[in-house]
């Protein structure tokens, strides 16, 4: 029997992110989405076929004061969302994964999730600066193809990357 999209999605997850292995990164959870969904609905998407997800998005808008907390270094991931507040005023957008099925990499899936989930943010909160910390080069890519797109300023947690 072939394995589900949804068992190949959280294993790639693991393989790439090792979160179970690292406290200092966002351990998402039943809570943790329900606080997302709060926080705001496109904090998380998903490209999903009849088979599926087949990619996978997670962000976090927060303010600038923690955004530049993370990317120093002074709280961890996990800290930046345990202190971000669902009433919170937001002006910085943490571009806080992507993760998308071989076989439906370079079509530009995570990049449209991405700009839709910055665009139906924007409605609300007038962000002004993306950040992330990219695990990968396509992260990197794709974080830089997104400020691009949405002219937002981006920022990277340096020192630090994992692979």
């Known amino acids: 029997m072939k394995e589900s999209n949804f068992n190949r999605m959280m294993k790639l997850t693991d393989e790439v992110f090792a979160t179970r292995n690292d406290p200092d ?3 998402v959870n039943d809570k943790v989405i329900a606080k997302l ?3 705001h609905p496109a904090t998380l998407s998903e490209y999903n076929e009849s088979a599926g997800p087949a990619a996978w998005i997670l962000v976090i808008p927060t303010t600038t004061e923690l955004m530049n907390l993370f990317l120093n ?3 961890s991931e996990q800290e930046l969302y345990d202190r971000t507040d669902p009433a919170m005023k937001y002006e910085a957008l943490y571009l806080c994964s992507a993760t998308v099925l071989p076989e439906y ?5 995570a990049k449209r999730l991405c700009y839709e989930a910055v665009e139906s943010i924007r409605v609300l909160y007038p962000l002004k600066t993306l ?3 990219a695990f990968t080069h396509e992260g990197n890519f ?3 193809s997104v400020s691009q797109k949405t002219g937002l300023q981006l920022k990277k ?4 990357d994992k692979k």
């Open 25 to 27: 990164q966002l351990q």
């Open 37 to 39: 969904q709060q926080i």
């Open 73 to 75: 270094g002074s709280i």
């Open 105 to 109: 990499r370079g079509k530009g899936l």
């Open 131 to 133: 950040f992330v910390w």
């Open 142 to 144: 794709l974080a830089e």
């Open 157 to 160: 947690k340096t020192g630090e």
